[in-house]
């Protein structure tokens, strides 16, 4: 069962067709899953009174109903080291189409993956996990499993990736969290099997996956056509 | 709903024949079983009247008795009236061969039967179809006896939604010696569809691998159908047309444009065990090797065993392609391989993996080495490259290979050249129920087939 306030952020969304990041990001931690401490802030006061909080570096993320690829259209800043910086940024960010604010948070480190979530005509829920952030259609290492998920299912997508040793330990580097990676996969499946009839798609991209923890950085949720 | 007697009748009305065109579909299904088949047969048509000295029936309703079966080819308007019929006369199912439905716009048409059947829970194939070719019970098929190549009588079921396929593929089953249970087309699929027909063979004591070509599956009915046949003990091989995506959707998110509806459908197939065949050569080969080997153990490392150099290199080739591993042998298993050997070909084999016995090997070389390599544990399964041209080589050696595996239980797979004067040595293979492939790369496959059976 969803939790009424996903419920209401998902028909709050039903107007623009998506839902952007504050709102995505609420609606997972809503369900328990990882994602960084972030504030939405409407301007540069907001955004310079939450790293007088939480310190640099951060990364900062246009909001807008207007902008789904925030990455392409240049929206998104990383690596914020002062105040000045990350008001230059959001001074930039007000001048582009539809503004509501930017997604402020701290950097998260690791390497880049990505969940998704589809609802398929055939098979109902699926997941997809593989190499994120933006050259992941590129590199289209990525495997799909139906939900929901067994740890067993995560465990064997995380071993048919191309790219497997990158997260299960090469060249000296430690691991990635697998454990925390594996029951992001799981809860996430759970999630997406409450989500049936009310979401098009998912893109959890990217996670960010350390040694220590797995942080979901970005998210969109896709509607389905009214 | 009960496909049983659609799939073993005991009696067949087919209706709708022509008292004037013997070449009438109709016609054609009432000939070949009534001359071939054990099933009683009964004709009907409105009209009556007789047909090659049997009576025809005015309706379903004036037959003596109860019909099992009833294969319908009247003009699709004529269709919904006699399935009512069929439902009053307690028939306990029908096959509708008639075309005109939804594949020309009438869903409409389809519609009104679907509800009459579902209405008084009544098994309906079709329309649009072929119907049921049950070896040992019944053929439905419009297509007269001596133009159809019937495989042998076997284990195997096949379910196509495409008759013309369906027949193909039988043709191919017949020329591997590949034997089936029941083919089945199902058409339009109206009615009973796949899932439907994966419970019932899943239940069906003749069959023991249960293979699907398929074009699609409704909403939601993909996940149904992996769900079901994890349920089922036997394997599941499906084979899908239409893979390529339709147009190019804008599509808005990664993981949309990343998950297709094919790479969803193939990658949901491997997760529950259920075997995807890319093509017709894999599916014939997947059948036949898990008609012999029906809870196969997982087969990912191949001791290969030839007669030549040359073979044995090909065969690495294909599985080093499809990811199967030929892994090195210990030096006891050589020794104890080399020991075996008969002397002259000791001096000259090549104990590695593969194993080129060399085209001075006899039986014995290959009897002996196959036993070595069943009884360790280094290998799970066996290739043999078999060429009977070579002189050592006796056809009495297919039942003897054969035996290493109802001895020991590790699967064996063969290759020999499928040539008229070979036979005895493939079929001391086939007929002791080691599958045999005509080419290195179809003797891979039915290695990959092993493998493919388990959940990824």
């Known amino acids: 069962m969803l939790k009424e306030k996903i419920v209401g952020i998902l028909a709050e969304a039903r107007k623009t067709g998506w839902v952007m990041e504050p709102q995505a990001k609420s609606i997972l931690r809503e369900a328990g899953l990882p994602v960084p401490d972030f504030t939405w802030a409407r301007d540069e006061g907001e955004a310079a009174e939450f790293a007088r909080e939480k310190g640099f570096p951060l990364a900062a993320k246009v909001v807008s109903p207007a902008i789904v690829h925030k990455s392409d259209a240049g929206g998104v800043a990383v690596n914020i080291g002062s105040e000045d910086q990350l008001r230059d940024v959001m001074a930039r960010f007000s001048r582009m189409e539809g503004f509501a604010g930017a997604v402020v948070e701290p950097m998260a480190a690791g390497m880049e993956l990505i969940v998704g979530g589809k609802m398929d005509h055939q098979f109902g829920p699926v997941v997809l996990f593989g190499v994120g952030g933006t050259s992941v259609e590129i590199y289209q290492d990525t495997v799909i499993r139906m939900a929901p998920l067994k740890e067993s299912d995560a465990d064997s997508m995380i071993r048919s990736l191309k790219g497997k040793k990158l997260l299960l330990g090469y060249r000296g580097q430690p691991p990635v969290a697998l454990e925390k990676l594996k029951k992001l996969l799981v809860d996430f499946s759970r999630l997406l099997m409450d989500m049936e009839g009310l979401v098009e798609s998912i893109d959890l991209n990217p996670v960010m996956c350390s040694d220590t923890a797995c942080l979901v950085a970005d998210a969109r949720i896709m509607l389905p056509p009214p | 709903m009960d496909l049983k007697p659609l799939f073993s009748p005991r009696s067949v009305a087919v209706i709708g024949v022509s008292l004037g065109n013997d070449r009438h579909p109709a016609n054609v299904i009432f000939n070949k079983n009534h001359l071939r088949h054990r099933v009683k047969v009964f004709a009907v048509n409105p009209k009556g009247g007789s ?5 025809v029936y005015k309706d379903v309703g004036s037959i003596p008795e109860k019909v099992d079966l009833a294969v319908v080819a009247v003009r699709a308007d004529l269709v919904p009236g006699v399935i009512r019929q069929c439902v009053d006369a307690g028939t306990a199912g029908a096959a509708v061969i008639s075309g005109g439905f939804a594949e020309v716009g009438r869903q409409d048409l389809q519609e009104e039967i679907v509800k009459i059947a579902r209405d008084a829970d009544f098994p309906l194939i079709g329309p649009n179809c072929l119907g049921v070719y049950a070896p040992a019970y019944v053929d439905t098929f419009f297509l007269p006896a001596e133009r159809m190549i019937r495989p042998e009588q076997g284990n195997v079921a096949l379910v196509s939604q495409s008759g013309g396929i369906l027949v193909d593929q039988m043709i191919k089953f017949a020329e591997e010696g590949v034997g089936i249970s029941i083919a089945v087309s199902i058409g339009n699929k109206a009615l009973v569809r796949e899932l439907d027909l994966l419970r019932h063979l899943s239940e069906d004591e003749n069959t023991d691998v249960i293979a699907f070509y398929v074009e699609g599956f409704s909403k939601g009915e993909g996940r149904r159908f992996v769900l079901e046949a994890v349920k089922s003990k036997k394997p599941v091989i499906v084979v899908k047309s239409g893979k390529s995506e339709a147009g190019s959707r804008a599509v808005s998110s990664h993981t949309a444009s990343l998950a297709g509806d094919y790479r969803v459908f193939s990658s949901v197939l491997a997760q529950y065990g259920v075997v995807e065949a890319k093509n017709e050569l894999e599916l014939v080969s997947f059948c036949e090797a898990l008609s012999c080997y029906k809870t196969p153990p997982l087969c990912g490392r191949v001791g290969i065993i030839t007669g030549s150099g040359g073979h044995g290199a090909m065969a690495v080739d294909a599985c080093s392609d499809l990811g199967i591993q030929v892994p090195g042998l210990s030096g006891p298993l050589k020794e104890t391989v080399h020991q075996s050997l ?53 056809s009495d050696l297919g039942a003897r290979l054969s035996s290493v595996y109802q001895r020991l239980q590790k699967p064996v797979v063969a290759y020999v050249p499928r040539l008229e004067k070979y036979r005895m040595l493939i079929e001391g293979f086939e007929l002791n129920r080691v599958p045999v492939a005509p080419s290195i790369e179809g003797a891979v496959l039915m290695i990959e087939a092993l493998r493919r059976c388990q959940p990824c």
């Open chain 2, 51 to 55: 047909l090659l000295g049997e009576t």
């Open chain 2, 342 to 394: 008969s002397e002259s070909v000791a001096q000259i084999a090549s104990v590695t993996n593969p194993i080129d016995l060399t085209g001075s090997a006899v039986d014995d070389d290959f009897v002996n080495t196959a036993v070595a390599l069943a009884s360790s544990d280094e290998v799970d399964c066996l290739l043999l490259l078999l060429l009977p041209y070579l002189p050592g080589i006796t």
